[in-house]
């Protein structure tokens, strides 16, 4: 084990390994529940999902560990099933075959970018303060979402603002889509699970501030405990005998290969008419996949040793690896019948812990083979005592915000909307977009335009078009 993941190389031991990947599971565990929920919507069988889930989850996370001996894990991205079920099947009318098809296709392109070395041309195309800000805004997105998993913030939003989307509107099953017009606010202290998040908060300050070995792991133990006693998670309504493996594998059955099927590939394409938009879907499919992995992996890189900041290149070979592990999970997971599997903005917490190699992935793809037979388990960790660890995370991350020129406006304009937009907009790739064109119109407004890199000009383009096609979609 320690020639294979080389601990000692990366200052390491398998017990760091252990509870970083230990850290890591349970912070990006709900998407086991969250995935099935989103994509059953579209008409898919549930536990079918939850095992698709699983296989994608395995598959990308288990190449990050043994072929790229990184400490990144990979499962269905949220905001891509979001996309894949609103837009795709509800907006647009594509059945959920199809959709799964266009997924199957963001795989294939990934397979060609990544072999033809243009995913990391784009890295090496990106200005050193843009990275500086994406790993800046990794952390006020990592942050932004532990703040949310907290139950700190409640949304108001005024009458007719808002739109319903999706069966059960009256019932509170539909999504709320809301305007501008929503104004957040700090929730008043009555709920039992905001206060366990805020205690969650203190204990992991403490052992972070006290630098203690294992303090994040430490924590999620000591907040699930004080957690339980405050009634937050409750042993007794957990159903330990509601996962029915043999029914989740007869759902598997109805979803595996249907992208590849008649009604999939088969049909995706045999409207001509249509093309079009299925071409401008598969786009937006990719965008975001492409850049939700970059983003994370350019900031989270540096501590790992991917991403070098004072190597002209920026980067190294093991970025090779991991954008290869990452096109894995996406092609696997759109056959056995899952959205797009990218790597997870949570890994940053597996990594705050101490995760520095493969073990760490390791760890999480076995913790997701076993979750499923031990589904109900998941549920004595609660959001309240994961939401802490991204959290600090994610103020760790702010740190190389310092490396940024902010009296230099041509830099700071770029990078502050890199950052805020990546948590504003709840969205890796949004942040990115945005980022690369105010730099790219920094670079105009300066008469230095041909300063910008011909990669970035196209990236420009293909973001600008990513957006128009959303609205046109």
Known sequence: MEKFFKLKENNTTVRTEVVAGLTTFF???????VNPAMLSQTGMPAQGVFLA???GAVAGTLMMALYANLPYAQAPGMGLNAFFTYTIV????????EALAMVFLCGIISVIITLTKIRKAIINSIPQSLKYAISGGIGIFLAYVGIKNAGLLTFTTDPGNYIAIGEGAQEGGATIVSNSSIVPSLVLFTDPKVIVAIIGIFITAFFVIKNIKGGVMLSIIFTTIIAIFAGVVNLSQIDFASNNIGAAFADL?????AALGSQGLGSLFADAARIPEVLLAILAFSLTDIFDTIGTLIGTGEKVGIVVSDDEAGVTHELDKALFSDLVGTTVGAIAGTSNVTTYIESAAGIGAGGRTGLTALVV???FSVSSLFSPLLAIVPSAATAPILIIVGI????????????????AIPAFFTSIFMGFTYSITQGIAAGFIFYTVAKIFKGQAKDVHPIIWILD???ILNFISLTIL
């Open 27 to 33: 912070a990006m565990s709900y998407i086991l529940f």
């Open 53 to 55: 889930t699983i296989i």
């Open 90 to 97: 509800f907006s647009l009318g594509y059945s959920w075959q």
């Open 253 to 257: 059955k109805v979803v595996f290969g």
């Open 365 to 367: 793809a076995l913790l």
């Open 396 to 411: 760790m991350m702010l740190a190389s915000m310092k490396k940024i020129k902010w009296d230099d406006m041509s830099e």
């Open 461 to 463: 383009f293909l973001f």
